[in-house]
Nanobody, 123 residues
Framework: QVQLVESGGNSVQTGGSLRLSCVVS????????MGWFRQAPGQEEREGVA????????TYADSVKGRFTVSQDNAKTTLYLQMNSLKPEGAAMYYC????????????????WGQGTQVTVSS
C-alpha cells in the first residue's frame, strides 16, 4: 500500500521560510514523478507548485520560481519543498503526490496523494 505523509506546515509571516517534507512508503517502482500541489480556501482545484522526476528533473510554477525548491533525499523516500520569501497568496493546504513516470511530470493526473499540510502566511 502506497502512503504519502506530509509534514512541516506552519504559520509564518510574509517573507518567511518553511520546509515541507513528504515521506513515501510502499511504492514498488523505481521510476516516478512526484509533485507538490496546493489548494487555497475557496479554490476549486489544486494547482501545481513543483514536480520532480526520478532523474531529478524539476519543474516549477511561474509564481514560485526562484523562491521554492523541490528536492528528494538520496534514498528517494522523502520529498522536500523549501519555500522562501513566502507571500500571503502562498497560504494553502499543500499536498504531495506520486505517480508512475511520464515524460512530462507537470502534466497529467497523479495517482497517490498525501493528506496535506497547512501553510498560513500572515502579512
Amino acid at each position: 500500500q502506497v502512503q504519502l505523509v506530509e509534514s512541516g506546515g506552519n504559520s509564518v509571516q510574509t517573507g518567511g521560510s518553511l520546509r515541507l517534507s513528504c515521506v513515501v512508503s510502499g511504492y514498488p517502482y523505481s521510476n516516478y514523478c512526484m509533485g507538490w500541489f496546493r489548494q487555497a480556501p475557496g479554490q476549486e482545484e489544486r494547482e501545481g507548485v513543483a514536480t520532480i522526476a526520478d532523474d531529478g528533473h524539476t519543474t516549477y510554477a511561474d509564481s514560485v520560481k526562484g523562491r521554492f525548491t523541490v528536492s528528494q533525499d538520496n534514498a528517494k523516500t522523502t520529498l522536500y519543498l523549501q519555500m522562501n520569501s513566502l507571500k500571503p497568496e502562498g497560504a494553502a493546504m499543500y499536498y504531495c503526490a506520486l505517480r508512475r513516470w511520464s515524460y512530462v511530470c507537470w502534466s497529467g493526473s497523479y495517482t497517490y496523494w498525501g493528506q496535506g499540510t497547512q501553510v498560513t502566511v500572515s502579512s
